[in-house]
């Protein structure tokens, strides 16, 4: 199967629904509080919470197994103007899966989108960028060198 390669409106709306499903759930609502005032929204899957079955692959490029099973929250909303909003959450959080599908629905409206990217996605997007570079300055300060010494037999 040869796929196609994503457009910039798929990769821009990808990086938008990563950083919602990434980011902590209060930080979201409150940054998007303000922009819920004015709009509807139809419930075309109200948010549910459901299992999927992990994969991985041994050394990332061999077999795959079954790792185990994560609980989602799955959730589908259609703007008044008719955008589908989508959102797959990991764990339990109903309130953050609606408001991702909601401000996805938002975002694929252009006379949203630049306040909504400029206010929502890339505070939360700096937040996580900035989590992350902790972790791993973290980690990177219990890393071991290890060495070996040449001995000069043969």
Known sequence: MISKPMSDTQKTRQHWMSVMAKSNSDSLI???????????????????????QIRGRMGGTGSQFNVGDMTITRCVVQSAKGH???????GR??????????LDAMLQDPTHQH?????????????LATQQAQKANNVAQTKVNFFTLVRGED
Request: charged content about 20%; cysteine-free; hydrophobic content about 40%.
């Open 115 to 127: 306040s909504l990217m400029e206010n929502i996605i890339q505070p939360l997007a700096h937040t």
């Open 84 to 90: 589908y909003g989508h959102s797959y959450i990991a």
């Open 93 to 102: 959080d109903k309130n953050h899966a609606l408001r991702a599908a909601q």
């Open 30 to 52: 409150k940054l998007s509080n303000v922009y819920m005032d004015q709009q509807d929204f139809e419930n075309i899957r109200p948010a549910e919470v459901g299992l999927t």
